[in-house]
């Protein structure tokens, strides 16, 4: 079975600032992981995917994720937060070998940017 | 390119009431499709998903059910609303044979009274 851990429910940071929203996952297999953004009353848009590959991954907007296999880690950060950024980030796991693409989401943490 | 609808936008529904929503993505074939509730203060929940017309997959039991007449188009229903189906619902599509991205919808914002 698959989890994933969000471990902030709410990050607030100052514009110009490093955001660093933590997520820890578990996984029976060779993990698929995913972070997704939603704006205010939007749809989710995909961030970034790490997919068995280059283990620090780039996203849009800015946005990069390392893969940590002994830490069971996919943080996501970025070097310097706009106010744009302010949404909900949800980090995703999906189990390779699953036979369909379900995926299991976290519960979700909302950046708030201070101006 | 790929592109996914969702209608209506916003539902305001009595209990008791019916529902229907709808979702249809267009420049793909065969596509995966899911729905996901989004309630409240939490994470995404995966309701149904589907690998092809007529396929439904159920996640967690609900006063809800899905259906796929089509190859690209995903119905959300429910014969009487509760209150708890309150919540952001959201369609997504994928690519069969592996492990891929899915795309999601704008989502149907749904608020029974």
């Known amino acids: 079975a698959q989890s994933v851990t969000q471990l902030d429910s709410h990050v607030s940071v100052s514009e110009g600032t490093p955001v660093l929203l933590r997520c820890n996952y578990s996984?029976?297999?060779?993990?698929?992981l995913f972070w997704y953004v939603q704006h205010p009353n939007k749809g989710l848009q995909l961030l970034l995917k790490y997919t068995s590959a280059a283990t620090l991954v780039k996203g849009i907007n800015g946005f990069e994720a390392e893969f940590k296999k002994s830490e069971t880690s996919f943080h996501l950060t970025k070097p310097s937060a706009h106010m744009s950024d302010a949404a909900e980030y949800f980090c995703?796991?999906?189990?390779?070998?699953?036979?369909?693409?379900?995926?299991?989401f976290g519960t979700g943490t909302r950046l708030t940017i201070i101006p | 390119s790929q592109t996914i609808h969702q209608w209506p936008a916003t539902l305001v529904q009595p209990v008791g009431s019916p529902l229907s929503l709808e979702c249809t993505v267009e420049?793909?074939?065969?596509?995966?499709l899911y729905w996901y509730r989004q309630a409240a203060g939490r994470g995404l929940q995966l309701l149904f998903y589907s690998v092809g017309i007529g396929q439904i997959s159920s996640e967690v039991p609900q006063n809800l059910s899905a259906s796929r007449p089509q190859d690209r188009q995903f119905i959300l229903s429910s014969k009487k609303l509760l209150l708890s189906d309150s919540g952001f619902y959201l369609c997504?599509?994928?690519?069969?044979?592996?492990?891929?991205?899915?795309?999601f919808g704008p989502g149907t914002r749904l608020l029974v009274l």
């Open positions: 996984s029976s297999y060779s993990p698929s």
């Open positions: 997504a599509w994928s690519v069969g044979g592996g492990i891929e991205t899915q795309y």
């Open positions: 995703v796991v999906s189990d390779l070998g699953f036979g369909n693409e379900k995926l299991t």
């Open positions: 420049g793909t074939s065969n596509p995966n």
